[in-house]
């Protein structure tokens, strides 16, 4: 009896971090709707990394490092657009 408690309570826990999660996307999602387009763009770049696990921090970086070097944003644009891009992220994570 005390194993059927402790299994269906970890189900419920399972189910609820599931909907926590698709909430928080959404959350990510509106946000990243208010940002500049140069700002979106790393946001969707990075999301995929995100949602696998990787740090925010770790993929607008590595998003933002490419764009830069492969001349598509200016250095001083990246940063205040992965800023903003990376405080999106986070509330996907």
Do not use: N, W
């Not at 189900?11 to 990510?28: E, G, K, P, V, Y």
């Not at 830069?68 to 992220?89: F, I, K, Q, W």
């Amino acid at each position: 009896m005390l194993m059927l408690r402790i299994v269906t309570m970890a189900a419920f826990a399972l189910l609820f971090a599931a909907s926590t999660a698709h909430a928080d996307r959404a959350a990510a999602d509106a946000c990243a709707r208010k940002l500049s387009p140069q700002s979106k763009t790393i946001y969707d770049k990075s999301l995929s990394g995100v949602l696998s696990g990787q740090k925010p921090v770790d993929a607008v970086t590595a998003v933002a490092r490419s764009m830069v070097m492969g001349g598509s944003m200016s250095r001083d644009t990246a940063r205040p657009a992965a800023e903003a891009a990376g405080g999106c992220l986070r509330l996907a994570q």
